[in-house]
Nanobody
Framework: QVQLVESGGGLVQAGGSRRLSCAAS????????MGWFRQAPGKQRELVAT???????DYADSVKGRFTISRDNAKNTVYLQMNSLKPEDSAVYYC???????????????WGQGTQVTVSS
């Protein structure tokens, strides 16, 4: 069955870095657009970064220049490198897969269970 398993979350100090990983299985990974979303308490889930089949990327304005999304199709894994972290980056980070490009939130998307990232000031 389809699985998206995030890892790499945890507690980090402001200004620090963290790399999230999302291991995918159960679908043809290389043909899917992949993305990272986040949700902080009391806020709506928001898109952080996406990467399409061809490797083109897109970022939320709030993370441009600090976060980098990448994918390794041989490992069925998508990554999110987060640098210069800020307390406002604290959230549960979710990995998602979309068989349609560009990536959007759709009922047909696959989602991971999320990983908590907490940035202390």
């Amino acid at each position: 069955q389809v699985q998206l398993v995030e890892s790499g979350g945890g507690l980090v100090q402001a200004g620090g870095s963290r790399r999230l990983s999302c291991a995918a299985s159960g679908f043809f990974f290389s043909t899917y657009a992949m993305g990272w979303f986040r949700q902080a308490p009391g806020k709506q889930r928001e898109l952080v970064a996406t990467i399409n089949r061809g490797g083109d990327t897109d970022y939320a304005d709030s993370v441009k220049g600090r976060f980098t999304i990448s994918r390794d199709n041989a490992k069925n894994t998508v990554y999110l490198q987060m640098n210069s972290l800020k307390p406002e980056d604290s959230a549960v980070y979710y990995c998602a897969a979309d068989r349609i490009q560009p990536m959007m939130v759709r009922p047909s998307n696959y989602w991971g269970q999320g990983t908590q990232v907490t940035v202390s000031s």
